[in-house]
């Protein structure tokens, strides 16, 4: 079985200053990872994923993400915020290999707030 | 194109009532996925279906809650005899083939058991 940490509930910013929404898991197999991002009344929208590869993954918005496996961790960073970036932020794993890759765990999310 | 739907967007229920939520996928998505959200917590799989059966059920709760996709398209989650403790955000979501694929999700169906 495996389970997320998403270590801050809140973090609030002002705009264009950088952030980073932390992320660890567990797990005994190798995982997929992802960021999913939920903003008011709307549905989760996947933001980046990790398969295989380079550590580091870009996704949409200018935002990005690097896995590491020894610090079992996948924080999400972006250089420079928007107030539009205000919104949920989730943190999910999925096995890698076997019968339930399909299935996500999620973190219990972060709130990135935005102020001008 | 159109995305995930579901229906109704918000339900209010009485404690013992029973309650249908829907999903529309994606069309031509053979997975489906729901998921529940309960206040501060981040999303918990319940069932999973590749076409019109379920893969994988071992997320529902107990044997109030149940749920169908006889056309291999729209899904149906049923909770029978409902609790206040049901009250949470019902999300589905769906892939084109399941497995790693991405999951795209529905806004979600906000239930309140008073």
């Known amino acids: 079985a495996q389970s997320v940490t998403q270590l801050d509930s809140q973090v609030p910013v002002f705009e264009e200053a950088p952030v980073e929404l932390r992320c660890n898991y567990s797990?005994?197999?190798?995982?997929?990872l992802f960021w999913y991002v939920q903003y008011p009344n709307q549905g989760l929208q996947l933001l980046l994923k990790y398969l295989s590869g380079s550590t580091l993954v870009k996704g949409i918005n200018g935002f990005e993400a690097e896995f590491n496996k020894s610090q079992t961790s996948f924080h999400l960073r972006k250089p420079s915020v928007h107030i539009s970036d205000t919104a949920e932020y989730f943190c999910?794993?999925?096995?890698?290999?076997?019968?339930?890759?399909?299935?996500?765990?999620f973190g219990k999310g972060t709130l990135l707030t935005v102020n001008p | 194109g159109a995305g995930v739907s579901q229906t109704p967007s918000n339900k209010v229920t009485e404690k013992g009532k029973y309650v249908e939520l829907r999903c529309d996928p994606i069309?031509?998505?053979?997975?489906l996925y729901w998921y529940r959200q309960s206040l501060g917590q981040g999303p918990e799989f319940l069932i999973y279906f590749q076409g019109t059966g379920a893969a994988d059920d071992s997320g529902l709760p107990n044997d109030r809650f149940f749920a169908v996709r006889p056309e291999g398209s729209v899904s149906t989650l049923k909770i029978q005899r409902t609790e206040r403790g049901d009250s949470a955000v019902y999300l589905c979501a769906s892939s084109l083939r399941g497995g790693w694929e991405t999951q795209y999700f529905g806004p979600g169906t906000r239930l309140l058991v008073l």
């Open positions: 069309s031509g998505h053979t997975a």
């Open positions: 999910a794993v999925s096995e890698f290999s076997g019968c339930s890759n399909y299935k996500l765990t």
């Open positions: 797990s005994s197999v190798s995982v997929y």
